[in-house]
């Protein structure tokens, strides 16, 4: 099988806030054309090692590179897509406002928005189905359209990797399946990396588990449900943080804890 | 009515009106979104050690009010964050330094003790003409930096995290509008004082983002409501005989409790 293109990688990564470790030399490698799924508990870290991906935390110590660079050079190549629910349902903006932020760039500073902008707009806003909804205000969507609106404007950054923060978090299953069903389009043009604390949420279309809470246990492939995809997928050697290949994800939940 | 227009005075004092409703509508707009309103309160406070500063130096108050406003916009805005403090500490600390200084300044200077109530509560009917050429000229600094920076502004107002990622200067930009916001609260200092201006900056916005969902057309309305608000405030403390500045504020809450009920959601 084709050898897949690293999107990021985690070496050895520490976080600390203050006294508290926070992520415990964590090695995680992003390949394209997967879903890779990050679960844990609350407080667990999840959201830091996004951040961290993000270069928006700095890791106390460790390394990590995005296509090869580092996050500075290549975080252009990133589509962050932050939870939906965090946002001032007030806001003066439209959809399209929104998903126009997805083209700012440090080189945009002091010039306008262009055609190609509003094309690449275009297209994001199609890939999730939500052109029909474009001149209405952020507030008045529903959680599921907010979050493809969110999702379009991660798309707008013409990103090679897709990084959700909870992306399914009070979503019903069907906004939930139609979700995912655009994320696994997604997949053949980039990597896909989604955090949640919903195990049952990312079990039917994630190809590789990781599990945080404070060190990272990785799932070569999904337990559940992953028949069709458990073999295509070979255990990469640098991946497996500490050795413990879990065989059934809740007896892995009751070890966390340790 | 129409012939109070006949005094020098009630015009220019209009026109420093309308003047203070566009940078007001403006940024306003901003404070209201971004959720900033006591850190403009923080600001405004603050340039009061600086009309203070200029009473005791000999220069114009209010250059020491915009080098004060624009120095704790700075010192908020880029310092108080990487020394880890939290937000409202700081803004609680400025706050109160700011008026202190102004006063322990005013104190020192020899001879007459200027009139420090005309800048805590506005004088707008003492407004001179130099003064409404300095506001023309602090509008026009505040609509070009918007016009330059809107999108930088409208990501950092909605989702600063975002805007890190796409590269935007996050740190630098908050630092311009606060700095905007200190060039403001300076334009209103003449109209309604320093201790009322976070109601100029927070209730034509708030009351234009119940009307309207753009952020332009929020900033268009809110001048617009913040101009009604100043005639109608002038043309109550007129014929009522009260302070202008007081009554331009009573109008504006008035305003905004009605807006309450008959504005959508």
């Known amino acids: ?258 | 009515m129409i012939d109070v227009l006949q005094y020098d005075f009630m015009r220019y004092a209009l026109v420093a009106g309308v003047l203070a409703s566009i940078a007001c509508g403006i940024i306003g707009t901003y404070v209201v979104t971004k959720r900033i309103v006591f850190i403009s309160g923080g600001i405004s406070h603050a340039a009061f050690g600086g009309i203070g500063l200029g009473y005791f130096l000999g220069v114009s108050p209010f250059l020491g009010a915009v080098v004060a406003g624009v120095f704790f916009a700075v010192v908020m805005g880029f310092f108080a964050k990487r020394m880890g403090q939290r937000d409202d500490t700081v803004i609680g600390v400025v706050w109160s330094f700011g008026m202190a200084m102004g006063i322990l300044f005013v104190y020192m200077t020899p001879g007459y003790a200027p009139d420090l109530m005309s800048y805590l509560f506005g004088s707008i009917l003492a407004v001179p003409v130099n003064e409404l050429y300095l506001m023309l000229a602090l509008d026009v600094v505040i609509v070009a930096t918007v016009w330059l920076f809107y999108k930088e502004f409208f990501a950092v107002c909605f989702d600063e995290e975002f805007a890190r990622v796409r590269g935007v200067k996050v740190d630098f930009v908050n630092v311009v509008l606060l700095c905007l916001i200190a060039l403001t609260v300076v334009l209103l200092i003449r109209v309604v004082g320093i201790i009322l201006v976070i109601a100029m900056l927070s209730i034509p916005a708030a009351i234009a983002g119940r009307l309207v969902h753009d952020m332009r057309r929020m900033m268009g309305v809110a001048v617009v409501v913040g101009c009604v608000f100043m005639v109608v405030g002038l043309g109550v403390s007129y014929a009522l005989d009260l302070p202008s500045g007081a009554t331009i504020i009573l109008v504006s809450v008035l305003g905004f409790v009605f807006s309450g009920f008959c504005g959508k959601k």
């Open chain 1, 1 to 258: 099988m084709m050898k897949k293109k690293m999107a990021i990688c985690l070496e050895d990564v520490c976080v600390r806030y203050g006294d508290a470790s926070v992520l415990e030399d964590v090695n995680l490698s992003v390949y394209e054309n997967e879903i890779l799924g990050i679960i844990g508990p609350n407080g667990g870290g999840k959201t830091t090692i996004l951040k961290v991906m993000l270069g928006l935390i700095a890791p106390d110590s460790g390394h990590v590179s995005v296509f090869g660079g580092s996050i500075a050079e290549n975080r252009h190549l990133i589509g962050y897509v932050p939870q939906h629910s965090s946002f001032d349902r007030q806001f003066p903006a439209s959809v399209w406002d929104v998903v126009m932020m997805g083209r700012l760039s440090a080189g945009k500073f002091l010039r306008g928005f262009d055609d190609v902008d509003r094309r690449v707009c275009a297209d994001a806003l199609g890939t999730v189905d939500a052109l029909s909804f474009r001149d209405k205000q952020i507030g008045d969507l529903s959680g599921g359209e907010r979050q493809r609106v969110l999702v379009a404007r991660a798309l707008a950054c013409e990103p090679r990797v897709l990084l959700l923060d909870e992306p399914t978090a009070s979503a019903d299953r069907t906004v939930e399946s139609k979700f995912y069903e655009i994320l696994s389009k997604l997949k053949e043009k980039m990597a896909v990396v989604l955090v949640s604390h919903d195990i049952g949420a990312v079990s039917v279309y994630v190809d590789k588990i990781a599990c945080v809470n404070q060190r990272l246990f990785y799932h070569d492939d999904k337990e559940i449900g992953a028949q069709e995809i458990a073999k295509t997928y070979r255990c990469p050697v640098e991946l497996i943080a500490h050795g413990v290949p879990h065989r059934v994800l809740k007896r892995h939940k009751g070890a966390l804890g340790k």
